[in-house]
Structure formats: structure tokens, C-alpha cells
Nanobody, 124 residues
Framework: QLQASGGGLVQPGGSLRLSCAAS????????AAWFRQTPGQEREFVAAVKRSGGTTYYGDSVKGRFTISRDSAKNTVILQMNSLKPEDTAVYFCAAGSTIITSNIYNPGAYHYWGPGTQVTVSS
């Protein structure tokens, strides 16, 4: 089970930092990712990071504004969100998988482990 934290309310142009960790302290994965979802919409890929080597991948709507990273010492995955826009408002989910291949990282169905989600609201 994964746990996400760091969501909240922020004004447009502001920043938030989301953190994802395993509830039992172990976080073994090949890829970890963040997805987001708004009511009535499908889950959208935001970003992913490969544990070995730290290669990162981003959805087009967040490139240049969001940064995903892994903190090996704390066994967490971080999503730093800058220059937030109202359209970034969503529930954000962290996910992880140990058998995902690179070509499938954008597919939420490829991930075996999910956190319960954290609300991010961007509004003035």
C-alpha cells in the first residue's frame, strides 16, 4: 500500500510538493509514477521515474513545470509542482510497479500498487 501526502489548496502560480511512500517502509519498484483524475475523466499520466538510473518521463501538460524525483535515503518518490494552473486541479495518485516495461509507463493499468490519492486544488 502506498501513501501520498502534500496535497492542498494553492493559488495559481504557486507550488506544491507531493510525497509518496510505502506504508510498511519498503518501496521496491521498477517504475513509480503520479497520475491525476478529475470527476468524470479518465486517470491522466503526470510523471514517472525509473528506480534504476532515475530516468524521468512527463505528460505534455506538465513538462517544464513539474519534477519527479526519488529520494533513496527516505525511500520516497517526490513530485514537485511549480507554476500551478487551475487546470492542474485534480486528485493525484501515486503508483508503482515492479514489472513495467518502458513503453507501458503511461498506462495506469500497468501499475500494481496505488495510493488512495491526495486532492490538489489550484484556485484564487
Amino acid at each position: 500500500q502506498l501513501q501520498a501526502s502534500g496535497g492542498g489548496l494553492v493559488q495559481p502560480g504557486g507550488s506544491l510538493r507531493l510525497s509518496c511512500a510505502a506504508s510498511d517502509g519498503t518501496f521496491n519498484y521498477r517504475y513509480a509514477a503520479w497520475f491525476r483524475q478529475t470527476p468524470g475523466q479518465e486517470r491522466e499520466f503526470v510523471a514517472a521515474v525509473k528506480r534504476s538510473g532515475g530516468t524521468t518521463y512527463y505528460g505534455d501538460s506538465v513538462k517544464g513545470r513539474f519534477t519527479i524525483s526519488r529520494d533513496s535515503a527516505k525511500n520516497t518518490v517526490i513530485l514537485q509542482m511549480n507554476s500551478l494552473k487551475p487546470e492542474d486541479t485534480a486528485v493525484y495518485f501515486c503508483a508503482a510497479g515492479s514489472t513495467i516495461i518502458t513503453s507501458n509507463i503511461y498506462n495506469p493499468g500497468a501499475y500494481h500498487y496505488w495510493g488512495p490519492g491526495t486532492q490538489v486544488t489550484v484556485s484564487s
